[in-house]
């Protein structure tokens, strides 16, 4: 059984910095595509940031381009997501995703994950 946790929200004054960590137990870790995906109050879930299984490739959402970067240790099975400038629309669960067989191009769809934690909640204040 894949287990996904995630760490790292809590509440940040706009322009601050945050880093979110998942932590992936009970699988191969470094076999799987990962993803972070957001889920805004009230608003349906949407793709932040992928990076491929070996983290050689990386995707973001325009909406993060140039504020946020994804990374993984492999070593550590864990995921990472450094945010910074961040701005009260970034406010949402975060979610980390994994799978081992995302489809090249799909990264931002969520049915392309079969595993996903429980989320972390981040806050930006202005």
């Known amino acids: 059984q894949v287990h996904l946790v995630e760490s790292g929200g809590g509440l940040v004054q706009a322009g601050g910095s945050r880093r979110l960590s998942c932590e992936v137990s009970g699988g191969t870790f470094s076999k799987y595509a990962m993803a972070w995906f957001r889920q805004p109050p009230g608003k349906e879930r949407e793709f932040v940031s992928a990076i491929s299984w070996r983290g050689s490739s990386t995707y973001y959402a325009d909406s993060v381009k140039g504020r946020f970067s994804v990374s993984r240790d492999n070593t550590i099975n864990t995921l990472y997501l450094e945010m910074s400038n961040l701005v009260p629309e970034d406010t949402a669960d975060y979610y980390c995703?994994?799978?081992?067989?995302?489809?090249?191009?799909?990264?931002?769809?969520?049915?392309?994950?079969?595993?996903w934690g429980q989320g972390t909640q981040v806050t930006v204040s202005s």
């Open positions: 995703a994994a799978d081992a067989q995302v489809v090249i191009g799909r990264y931002a769809y969520p049915d392309e994950y079969d595993y």
